[in-house]
């Protein structure tokens, strides 16, 4: 089975939604949105990656305006990093009950089967571009590819068990198709891209104010820019923001554009998470209160990721404490700084694991605690188990 390797992933927040990209041998960006509910500021930067030894930095911080409110901003630079292998991603933020796809992810026999028709198939998919860089011409992509990526989409929010009954728009596709030429081309991310930047064209800019933004090279068809806004991992996503957009509850409508790698351009993919039909509705019935990643039954390890996350609508984390074991051992826990904007309320922590160390061929059950979760004045506690395992072993 394939195994997602992630080597360097630098995440800028901007205004809406956003996801990064990457460069050398191999190259990943991740930038995420962020929707503003008030007055207050915007981490919007664009990230910057070319040349052999590529570096990304540095990064504004900008003025934008979101859903018609002010936000402000100061320049601020990032020191610039040199990257051997990298990838950059961008996310947007958003905001009844509807299922396509359901699972039992406490059977371990249903969560790899799962995995096997709806992740996997994606390694295996031709792009079948049709547009052409130096012409700004953003072209299509292949039905079968698209269907790939949108059960990938599918398969995260099954395994959280939020509703997975997912479409991708076309008219999300389309203007989606044009942000990510504009990523390409222009070998940077943002949210906020204006009319000096090559191939613009005011859908692309729309669409780059909606969605996850990536960009990654060298990969071939290893890597996808929507795996890297699920790991969120990298200094700037600690916030996983990328992956509160996705796997957002009440989201029915997405849209996904990818170019792929030519020549000294960078593949690129922006995925439309704003659904501006339903981010204001009511918040479906999920199959539990709160939305986490792992998420509680049986995960692959391929999909675990570094920083695991717990999202409750509305809650308060600010004294929140988790306590993690395996195996009767206490595992410690690093705790990221907790940021608003992204999807729901969330926490993320990052586990002392050292997975190198665990035979590959054996499950791994790890027990979650989670305490002080106050919502409407009340402190909640909750409890669960991920046992993560590998598909190409046998229980």
């Not at 509910?37 to 664009?46: K, R």
């Not at 809650?315 to 988790?322: G, H, R």
């Not at 410690?332 to 993320?348: D, K, Q, Y």
């Not at 989670?370 to 402190?379: E, F, L, S, Y």
């Given at each position: 089975?394939?195994?997602?390797?992630?080597?360097l992933?630098?995440?800028?927040?901007a205004?809406?939604?956003?996801?990064?990209?990457?460069?050398?041998?191999k190259?990943?960006?991740?930038t995420?949105?962020r929707?503003l509910?008030?007055?207050?500021?915007?981490?919007?930067?664009t990230?910057?990656?070319?040349?052999?030894?590529?570096?990304?930095?540095?990064?504004l911080i900008?003025?934008?305006?979101v859903?018609?409110r002010?936000t402000?901003?100061?320049?601020?630079?990032?020191n610039?990093?040199?990257?051997e292998?990298d990838?950059?991603?961008f996310?947007?933020?958003?905001w009844?009950?509807?299922?396509?796809?359901?699972?039992?992810?406490?059977?371990?026999?249903?969560?790899?089967?799962?995995?096997?028709?709806?992740?996997?198939?994606?390694f295996?998919?031709?792009?079948q571009?049709?547009?052409n860089?130096?012409?700004c011409?953003a072209?299509s992509?292949?039905?079968?590819?698209?269907?790939?990526?949108?059960?990938?989409?599918?398969?995260?929010?099954?395994?959280?068990?939020?509703?997975?009954?997912?479409?991708?728009?076309?008219?999300?596709?389309?203007?989606?198709?044009q942000?990510a030429?504009?990523?390409s081309?222009?070998r940077?991310?943002?949210?906020?891209?204006?009319?000096?930047?090559?191939?613009?064209?005011?859908a692309?800019?729309?669409a780059?104010?909606?969605?996850?933004?990536?960009?990654?090279?060298?990969?071939?068809?290893e890597y996808?820019?929507i795996?890297?806004?699920?790991?969120?991992?990298?200094a700037?996503n600690?916030?996983?923001?990328h992956?509160?957009?996705?796997l957002?509850p009440?989201?029915?409508?997405?849209?996904?554009?990818?170019?792929?790698?030519?020549?000294?351009?960078?593949?690129?993919n922006?995925?439309?998470?704003?659904?501006e039909?339903?981010?204001?509705g009511?918040?479906?019935?999920?199959?539990?209160?709160?939305?986490?990643?792992?998420?509680?039954?049986?995960?692959?390890r391929?999909?675990?990721?570094?920083?695991?996350?717990?999202?409750?609508d509305?809650?308060?984390?600010?004294n929140?404490?988790i306590?993690?074991?395996?195996?009767?051992s206490?595992?410690?826990?690093?705790?990221?700084p907790?940021?608003?904007?992204?999807?729901?309320?969330?926490?993320?922590?990052?586990?002392a694991i050292?997975?190198?160390?665990?035979?590959p061929?054996?499950?791994?059950?790890?027990?979650?605690?989670?305490?002080?979760?106050?919502?409407d004045g009340?402190?909640?506690?909750?409890?669960?188990?991920?046992?993560?395992f590998?598909?190409?072993?046998?229980?």
């Amino acid at each position: 089975m394939r195994r997602f390797s992630a080597f360097l992933i630098l995440a800028v927040f901007a205004a809406w939604l956003p996801v990064q990209p990457a460069h050398d041998v191999k190259a990943v960006a991740n930038t995420t949105p962020r929707l503003l509910w008030g007055s207050g500021s915007s981490d919007s930067a664009t990230c910057y990656v070319g040349g052999k030894n590529s570096e990304c930095g540095p990064a504004l911080i900008a003025k934008d305006r979101v859903r018609g409110r002010r936000t402000s901003g100061q320049a601020q630079e990032i020191n610039p990093i040199t990257i051997e292998q990298d990838r950059i991603v961008f996310l947007p933020f958003l905001w009844q009950n509807y299922y396509d796809l359901r699972v039992d992810i406490q059977d371990r026999a249903a969560s790899q089967k799962l995995y096997e028709q709806y992740y996997l198939p994606f390694f295996d998919a031709e792009i079948q571009w049709t547009g052409n860089h130096d012409n700004c011409n953003a072209g299509s992509t292949g039905e079968g590819y698209r269907d790939t990526l949108l059960r990938l989409v599918k398969y995260f929010r099954a395994m959280a068990g939020v509703p997975a009954d997912i479409t991708f728009s076309e008219a999300y596709n389309s203007k989606a198709q044009q942000a990510a030429l504009m990523m390409s081309v222009n070998r940077q991310l943002s949210h906020m891209p204006d009319m000096s930047w090559q191939c613009y064209t005011d859908a692309g800019a729309e669409a780059a104010q909606h969605a996850n933004l990536s960009l990654w090279y060298g990969y071939g068809k290893e890597y996808h820019g929507i795996l890297g806004q699920m790991a969120d991992d990298g200094a700037y996503n600690s916030a996983v923001g990328h992956r509160r957009w996705i796997l957002y509850p009440q989201t029915r409508h997405m849209g996904s554009g990818d170019v792929p790698e030519r020549g000294q351009y960078y593949a690129a993919n922006a995925l439309w998470v704003i659904d501006e039909d339903t981010i204001w509705g009511p918040r479906p019935r999920t199959r539990h209160p709160f939305v986490v990643w792992p998420p509680p039954g049986y995960v692959p390890r391929q999909v675990t990721f570094g920083r695991w996350s717990f999202s409750y609508d509305e809650a308060d984390f600010s004294n929140t404490t988790i306590t993690m074991s395996r195996a009767g051992s206490a595992v410690a826990v690093r705790f990221e700084p907790i940021r608003s904007g992204f999807g729901e309320n969330t926490i993320v922590w990052v586990p002392a694991i050292d997975w190198d160390g665990l035979p590959p061929d054996q499950d791994h059950r790890f027990h979650v605690e989670v305490r002080n979760v106050v919502k409407d004045g009340t402190a909640h506690k909750f409890e669960y188990a991920v046992t993560v395992f590998d598909p190409s072993h046998g229980p």
